[in-house]
T-cell receptor, first 115, second 115 residues
Framework: NAGVMQNPRHLVRRRGQEARLRCSPM?????VYWYRQLPEEGLKFMVY????????ESGMPKERFSAEFPKEGPSILRIQQVVRGDSAAYFC?????????????FGPGTRLTVL | GESVGLHLPTLSVQEGDNSIINCAYS??????FIWYKQESGKGPQFIID?????DKRQGQRVTVLLNKTVKHLSLQIAATQPGDSAVYFC??????????????FGKGTLLTVNP
């Protein structure tokens, strides 16, 4: 059973460009979470999605950031018009659908560098 | 602000010694806690969890202790090995909206194991 997959692993963008980060959850998982991590800091919750629905986006900036988890395909975190402050590691996690199984499984992350 | 924090940002131990990493939380409604290990350049990896109806749980070489009275969590690693060198995060899982959950992470403790 493959783990959570993220791509690309490293992404370099110039200021003003768009960044698209992809996350494929573990097989059978329909809950996806995105986190952001700055160097030497903990993970900050951004958004929680279930298939085709955004459940909680309280941690995501209101502008330039968006996330989706379509019926088919990976979850996408999209950052428009990137700025240097967006440089960070972005982690995706997934969990099973069944209530009571609380553990989240993390992917390897995408390291975004904005020049 | 953060509801989960760590007492020690760094911990250095000798190989073979026991390690203790501490964590404080402030949300009395938290009902589930997780310790994650994050190695350099990788995503967080689940180590052990504990529910609020327990005060101790043991795994392989690891033990988590929960003191709800003082809202304190600790991770004990027995016979620490060089491979244990990593950043350790505690996270509290808060239920909201029925069957949805959100993880809040502390800043992490860097554990360094000296040979």
């Amino acid at each position: 059973n493959a783990g959570v997959m993220q791509n690309p692993r490293h992404l370099v963008r110039r200021r003003g460009q768009e960044a698209r980060l992809r996350c494929s959850p573990m097989k059978g998982h329909s809950h996806v979470y995105w986190y952001r991590q700055l160097p030497e800091e903990g993970l900050k919750f951004m958004v929680y999605l279930q298939k085709e629905n955004i459940i909680d986006e309280s941690g995501m900036p209101k502008e330039r950031f968006s996330a989706e988890f379509p019926k088919e395909g990976p979850s996408i975190l999209r950052i428009q018009q990137v700025v240097r402050g967006d440089s960070a590691a972005y982690f995706c996690a997934s969990s099973p659908e069944l209530a009571g199984l609380y553990e989240q499984f993390f992917g390897p992350g995408t390291r975004l560098t904005v020049l | 602000g953060e509801s989960v924090g760590l007492h020690l940002p760094t911990l250095s131990v000798q190989e073979g010694d026991n390690s203790i990493i501490n964590c404080a939380y402030s949300n009395s409604a938290s009902d589930y806690f997780i310790w994650y290990k994050q190695e350099s350049g990788k995503g967080p990896q689940f180590i052990i969890d504990i529910r609020s109806n327990m005060d101790k749980r043991q795994g392989q070489r690891v033990t988590v202790l929960l003191n709800k009275t003082v809202k304190h969590l600790s991770l004990q690693i027995a016979a620490t090995q060089p491979g244990d060198s990593a950043v350790y995060f505690c996270a509290e899982n808060i239920e909201w909206g029925g069957s949805n959950y959100k993880l809040t992470f502390g800043k992490g403790t860097l554990l360094t194991v000296n040979p």
